[in-house]
């Protein structure tokens, strides 16, 4: 059964590896994914760690309900302290591996030391073995999957990989699986290059039983029911994610030209329908594709008609990959988009921190605070795709001069590129903020800037509050498990009611996180989606586990304070600007120049967002610094970490 | 009684690889989630994106039934499925090396071989995939979506043709 999966131990300097079951004890605090990882992390690590040395520790999870009927349950986690912003690293992916991992008899690894050369692991039934990868180092992402199928002789094997990016310790390079499935942000890519760890590759038949098999599969038909009838969902399973952009677009949300404006213009080339109607050579009707048990299928197929990789099959682009190569460096052409994604999906990088980063460095040549000098002569003008390609291609092989500055990340980069440079990194905790535009819409910013692994939107985004919902509707979502009946509003300008709005999200994500379910299942982009009542009967039919929904909730709490606890022992401060929950000052000093009428001319009122930050401690049970009370601590149990159960 | 001709419509074009097929199969029959107890399997190319499920044909003339040496592998005709009688089997495999689908299946755990049945008449693939991949239907049914895709392509072309000539000077 799910519960009897077991964790492992792997010294990569010694070749030691240990084996243990996971104690119910542990399993009730922290279920599993994300929420145990964090866990792990606070007992691993210790303070002041190199990210990139032997002594960070590395987690890769699955999700409790890992290959169980509990639809999507698909989902890869990873943990470490991370290279880019020196806090909490943290990365979520889809695909076949985290079920792949479960039926070899696995939930989590923990991950240390550094091996002499480049080695791979290989997990089959309850087995773990460390093997030589030297002859793989240099492949692509799917070419080294597809190498270590050879090697071994199965074709069913399922890989998490990097790809020279993470060999080149990009601080941002991306682990991956599958042809783009990636645990893309803060750089996990890169702390598993610096272990010398190329892959991990997992392949298991060992039954996980199903406690209630009737049920579990009654209720994952009304699950997949709930789940394929929202709109939202059936949209996404047609277009992908990349539906959401015109929409956010045209109210004003997008990132233009790094931050100068909130809007793309003439940009219908990079819209769903016209990706659909260039890449004529898609895949069947649906060209979807779908992570494991999942039906939503949001994954579009394609291949790209033209350039210089025409012909060449891909997934996406997404809509992230929209914002960082055609949004923020304002690049309104099809085929540097799908050349764009094509080229990080190849590599192994995070595309909304390259695309972030480029930007930003466009912003400041065209200041004159980087030349033709940092450049080697690239003309990184914005709207320049030709420019924006070569830069991909330089930060993931860290050539010229700027190539290999903007491979550290923007708070190391803009320390070596100077003046005030700075000043003009759209991040949070060092980590790049998504293509969105959060200057009218106060929620959204609450939500990067206190997200815990950095600027993130799927950390605690309450993306309903773009909707408008009405107030009843907003507080029936919002007033369980846990009653609620302070202020809420229905307009996306207001400052009123988000803090608990941010607080809950933020629960309900973790939530899905331990479980190991994707977000397009909870209540993310859709409201009718299911959460925390839905969960604790999925978790019982298929783990016999009983957990209340509000017993899902006070673990949901917990683990985001375990999190919050490793990054103040890491230096998180309330308003530093790189390490605290602070965003930069121009979401405060410089008007949105478009947009619908409620959009333009806004900024976020700094006392208004102070406020916020501390209604939101308030919710969470910090002081006004952002540090847990003691009492805060005792009642989530937390007051003896780290308590090394595991 | 009405007629129960029924048999797994694969259409591949639709599949989204997802293996929930193989999943829900897999609970279904042994009450545990394990792809390798599946009776459908998806076959994937993943660099061309390109996903086919495989499962039994329940064929009329099954060269396992044909080869096995103990008379395990028999036709339910009420179902219109293959079955294999574990009782009789004895193991041998040599159902598995002549099926040409690759549809009969050997269990290394509990050393037996499995196949698809159908699910009694209510199969969990079906139930479960949302995009039609995979559908439950009268053989004689089959064909017909292919005939009225192949009579649309002729209209169409019809319509063509029509449309020059009333071009022609």
Known sequence: MALNRKIAYIDLSTGKIEVRPIPLEVRKKFLGGRGLDAYLLYNHTEKGCDPLG??????VSGGILSATLASASARFHMMAKSPLGGLLGSANGGGFFAP???WAGFHHLVIKGKASEPVYLWIHNGHIEIRDATHIWGKTVPDTQWAIREELGDEDIKSLVIGPAGENLVRFANVMTGIKNSGGRTGMGAVMGSKNLKAIAARGTMDIKIAHPKEALDFNKRFIEQITTAKVNQTQGTLGTPFIWGATNSWGGIRTRNFQYNQMLYCDEIEPEAIDDNCAETIGP????GC????????????????????????????TSQGAFCGEPDVASLEHLLAGNHLVDQWGLDN?????????AM??????????????????RFGNGDAMLEMIRRICFREGWLGNVLADGGIIASEKIGKNSFDYLIQVKGVSNLHSDERATPALALNIAT????SDHLRSRPAIDLYHLPEEVLRKIYSSPVPYDGPLSSEHTEYIGKPWQVFWQENCYMGVDCLGICKYHTTFLGATLPNFEDWSKVLYYNTGLELSPRDIWDVAVRANMVERLFNLREGLTREDLKKGDMLNHRYFDEPTRRGAPDVVGTVIDREKFKKMIDEFYEYKGLDQNGVPKPETLKRLGLDKEPSHLL | MEPMGKVLQIDFEKCTGCRLCELVCSVFHDGVSNAARSRIKVIKWESEGVYIPMACQQCQDAPCMIICPTNAIYRDEELNRVMVNQDKCIGCRSCVAVCPFGAMNFNVIDRKVFKCDFCDGDPQCVRFCDVKAVEYVEADRVSISKTRTAAEKITTAQKQALALESELP
């Not at chain 1, 909304?352 to 930003?360: A, Y």
């Open chain 1, 100 to 102: 792949e991992l479960a």
């Open chain 1, 352 to 360: 909304l921190e390259t695309g972030s980063l480029i930007s930003w």
């Open chain 1, 451 to 454: 997200a815990s692994r950095g």
């Open chain 1, 54 to 59: 032997p002594d960070n520790t590395l987690m």
């Open chain 1, 292 to 319: 494991f048990g999942c039906q939503v299928h949001c994954r579009a197929q394609y291949k790209i008609p033209s350039g210089p990789y025409a012909g060449r099959y891909d997934e996406g682009p997404e809509y």
């Open chain 1, 363 to 380: 912003e400041l040549y065209e200041l004159g605070i980087l030349t033709d000098k940092e450049t080697d002569g690239l003309d990184l």
């Open chain 1, 286 to 289: 649906y060209h979807m594709a």
